[in-house]
């Protein structure tokens, strides 16, 4: 407890609680401050829980705390009611290992909170899940709540991934560079456009196809999107259309007793399959592995342990049959009694479990041609043109075929019953035959040695009449025993049961009497609460009514109320602009007077007229030269013109002269050659 308190304190002390304690002033504080220590550890698990718990009702605190640790598992060692009771009163006995083991595992907590948000699913009660928005939200829910847990999954991964910042610094550094490339690429590019004519005529048509390029694959993106969730809603309707059928056909000409005692039924039966049947199934699954595993785990064996194994189950069956054999001598009447009652019972539970066997035999059936029904539908539906039997059709079909499905496997099973007893019986036949052939031979060569031969023909017939005579007198001798014993037992039995009726019958009567009086009172007092439960549901009907059109009403006025608050607020800022306007303008200070709307339009027309009117004299002036410059530029032109004339003149008169080549002979002197 000791090294609890210095962990709790220690831990406390530091941030981000930053709390003063030690061991004895900790020790000594009340249940409320131990709570709040409580909820400030979970508050900085979960900031939504942080708050002062003096504003919170005890029983409040307590459902929240409770809350909150059944979403981050804790498990406490107390029994509920009173680990309950201690959460309410701040007992430091529940408080302190709370608080241990959330301080021992905050990391992982404030990540199991985090999920819990998102993952722990809202609980919505089956009636709302009957109308169609309701359930369409729901699975829309569970879908983004699937997609939260796969990109979790992902965003885990990719921190715990091996990548690092080096090598992520040089991916940036690299594609940078990459940017820069092609920056001037482009740049080339635009360079090269420009000297093409109509280049933003081109585009401009270049972009637009682009974007119908898009747009089309979107719009195919969109089509097969569409096209998938109409095949999916088509499943839907399917799936929806057979169920509400089958509820129809099941409902059909029933009552709401029918349904009531047909449901208990069905409870009935599957309490029976899950409390007896199945319990008794496990248990001797688990028998036969353990028996298997023990068979395993021992040594090999050899014939001596057979034959002792043997021995061993001859001398239990020969204890068996002693007890029973004393059992039955010693014919106690109390015994008798209740060995009907046990008989019964056993009968009752024998039964109930070939209807359990049946009843899953059925529904493995039912499941297999359910299976079996889908994919036909399904080939139906792929095939065109082909007669699908429907309603009743298909009902008697579907019988039809059921009940030859059930003759089918009754016989087939029937047969190879039979074609295994066959099967062991000729085997046998034939190992009796070979073994009666050697006897018999060897029976003959020793009559005829002895000199009588065929005196075991003679001795067999003479066994088989008189064997016929001693069943034929054993057989009157014990039916006429039976006869009387069982005589006097019915006698016995029948007078015993009448001595124990008669006071149960004399108490049965009035019984009975005053059952039939209740059942009386009951049909009244049922008639009344029917009376009563629907006038009581018509009234919550309306009232019901009554409330969402209040909400609805509610809702309507909220809106026109915040519409209306923020028509307000725009109105009252235009009337301080206009306000603030006015002001400026009639102020005497030529600062404020500048910072007036109409002085600062004045100010910029008065500068943008300026700027026309200089642009218009610019305009002028380059008219007026327009003329005297043309004819400068031409004369210029002319000028080059002429210049170049003259140079392909030089250029051609020099071609044109003769050429001379010096060389060297090999006396080292230099000639011209003409």
């Known amino acids: 407890m000791s090294e609890q308190l210095k962990y709790i304190v220690g831990h406390l002390?530091?941030?981000?609680?930053?709390?003063?304690?030690?061991?004895?002033?900790?020790?000594?504080?009340?249940?409320?401050?131990l709570l709040q220590n409580l909820n400030d550890v979970i508050s900085e698990i979960n900031p939504q829980n942080k708050m002062d718990i003096r504003e919170e009702e005890p029983d409040q605190t307590a459902v929240r705390l409770m809350r909150n640790l059944s979403v981050l598992k804790y498990v406490p060692k107390e029994d509920p009611s009173t680990f309950r009771q201690g959460l309410v009163t701040g007992d430091k006995l529940v408080i302190h290992p709370i608080l241990k083991w959330l301080l021992e595992r905050i990391p992982d907590l404030k990540k199991r909170a985090y999920l819990a948000k998102y993952l722990v699913k809202v609980e919505i009660p089956?009636?709302?899940?009957q109308e169609g928005i309701v359930s369409e939200v729901y699975e829309q829910y569970e879908g983004l709540v699937d997609t939260f847990k796969i990109l979790h999954k992902e965003v885990e991964r990719l921190r715990n991934s091996t990548f690092s910042t080096a090598e992520i610094r040089k991916d940036i550094t690299q594609m940078e560079e990459e940017k820069e490339q092609l920056v001037k690429r482009i740049e080339r590019l635009k360079k090269r456009v420009e000297t093409v004519p109509n280049h933003e005529r081109l585009i401009e048509i270049a972009r637009n196809y682009r974007k119908e390029t898009e747009r089309e694959s979107s719009i195919a993106q969109q089509k097969l999107e569409q096209r998938n969730q109409l095949l999916h809603a088509d499943?839907?309707?399917?799936?929806?259309?057979?169920?509400?059928?089958?509820?129809?056909?099941t409902t059909a000409g029933a009552s709401a007793d029918g349904l009531i005692k047909k449901l208990e039924e069905e409870n009935k039966v599957n309490a029976y399959l899950c409390q007896e049947k199945l319990p008794k199934e496990i248990e001797a699954k688990r028998k036969t592995v353990q028996d298997l595993q023990r068979v395993v785990s021992e040594p090999a064996m050899g014939q001596s342990d057979l034959d002792e194994l043997?021995?061993?189950?001859?001398?239990?069956?020969a204890d068996i049959n002693q007890l029973i054999e004393k059992r039955?001598?010693?014919?106690?009447?109390?015994?008798d009694k209740l060995s009907l009652f046990r008989q019964q019972a056993s009968i009752i539970a024998r039964k109930k479990e070939v209807a359990a066997e049946a009843l899953s035999e059925h529904k493995e059936e039912l499941q297999g041609c359910q299976r079996e029904a889908?994919?036909?539908?399904?080939?139906?539906?792929?095939?065109?043109?082909e007669e699908v039997l429907k309603g009743d059709d298909f009902k008697r079909y579907v019988n039809k075929l059921r009940g030859k499905s059930t003759v089918y496997k009754k016989k087939r099973q029937e047969l190879a019953e039979l074609r295994a007893e066959y099967g062991v019986l000729s085997r046998t036949e034939e190992i009796l035959k070979q073994r009666d052939n050697l006897v018999s031979s060897a029976l003959t060569h020793l009559e005829a040695r002895k000199g009588v031969a065929g005196?075991?023909?003679?001795?067999?017939?003479?066994?088989?009449?008189?064997?016929?005579?001693?069943?034929?007198?054993?057989?009157?001798g014990k039916t006429l025993d039976d006869m009387s014993e069982m005589v006097r037992k019915l006698t016995h039995t029948i007078a015993n049961k009448k001595t124990d009726l008669a006071p149960v019958i004399k108490e049965l009567r009035p019984l009975r009497q005053r059952c039939q009086e209740i059942q009386q009172v009951y049909d009244e007092k049922k008639s009344q609460y029917d009376t009563m439960a629907a006038g009581l549901e018509s009234n919550r009907s309306k009232i019901e009514q009554e409330v969402r059109a209040y909400r609805e009403e509610c809702a309507q006025e909220e809106s026109r109320y915040h519409y209306l608050n923020c028509m307000i607020k725009v109105i009252e800022l235009q009337q301080q602009r206009v306000t603030d306007e006015m002001k400026a303008y009639v102020s005497s200070d030529p600062l404020e007077k500048k910072k007036a709307f109409r002085e600062m339009y004045t100010r910029k027309i008065q500068e943008q007229e300026n700027l026309g009117k200089g642009l218009r004299e610019k305009q002028k002036a380059v008219r007026e030269s327009h003329g005297p410059s043309m004819r400068q530029m031409k004369m210029w032109k002319d000028f080059e013109t002429l210049m170049d004339c003259k140079k392909q003149c030089l250029l051609k008169d020099a071609n044109q002269q003769d050429t001379s080549t010096m060389i060297r002979d090999d006396y080292g002197e230099d000639r011209l050659i003409l």
Do not use: C, W
């Open 310 to 317: 043997d021995r061993k189950i001859k001398s239990v069956n």
């Open 455 to 476: 005196y075991q023909d003679t001795q067999e017939e003479l066994e088989k009449v008189s064997a016929i005579k001693s069943e034929l007198d054993e057989m009157k």
């Open 126 to 129: 089956e009636e709302f899940m």
């Open 328 to 335: 039955m001598m010693r014919n106690d009447p109390i015994d």
């Open 374 to 385: 889908r994919e036909k539908r399904d080939q139906a539906k792929s095939v065109q043109g």
């Open 13 to 33: 002390n530091k941030p981000p609680f930053s709390k003063s304690y030690n061991l004895i002033s900790f020790d000594a504080l009340e249940g409320n401050q």
């Open 235 to 249: 499943q839907r309707y399917q799936r929806i259309f057979h169920s509400l059928k089958d509820l129809k056909q």
